[in-house]
């Protein structure tokens, strides 16, 4: 998988998308919160009570045009987004299928990863199968 994003977030540019950065709810760590605010000029309670809620509003403040104004000190959680390259991929299926909704780079590999898998046998295979088990239910 590792592999595979890399090879789309060499293709894909986030400066054309930004996507995530719009429409993610991230939880940003207390120091990053503090980065953040440092950047807009503003007192950290300032800036929780105006763009803090359960996360961080959408879009992210730091978000300039589609540019982050902190990119160099950006999040943790922003730098590894979509989270295709930490350990325990397919424990994470669920926030890989959302990422897949967001990130054209998760959409890209997501569906190559498909192909290499033949996914499409499995599927086949797989309703055969139900269909199968659905007759014989109908049967009994
Ligand atoms: S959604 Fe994906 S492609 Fe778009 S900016 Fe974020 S990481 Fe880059
Ligand atoms: S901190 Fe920067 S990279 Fe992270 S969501 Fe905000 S604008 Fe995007």
Redesign the pocket.
């Known amino acids: 998988m590792k592999a595979l994003s890399q090879k789309y977030f060499a293709l894909i540019d986030c400066q054309e998308c930004?996507n995530?950065?719009r429409v993610?709810e991230?939880e940003f760590t207390e120091p990053e919160l503090h980065t953040?605010a440092n950047s807009m000029e503003q007192s950290i309670d300032e800036f929780k009570k105006r763009f803090v809620v359960q996360g961080i509003v959408k879009p992210?403040p730091?978000?300039k045009g589609n540019l982050?104004?902190?990119?160099e000190g950006?999040?943790d959680v922003?730098r590894s987004y979509p989270h295709f390259e930490k350990p325990h991929f397919i424990f994470r299926l669920y926030g890989v299928l959302d990422s897949i909704a967001i990130c054209p780079i998760a959409f890209n590999a997501f569906e190559e990863l498909k192909a290499k898998v033949k996914w499409s046998q499995y599927r086949a295979r797989w309703s055969n199968r139900r269909r199968q088990i659905e007759t014989e239910g109908n049967v009994a």
């Open positions: 930004a995530c950065c993610l991230l953040i992210c730091a978000l982050c104004s902190i990119y950006r999040p922003c």
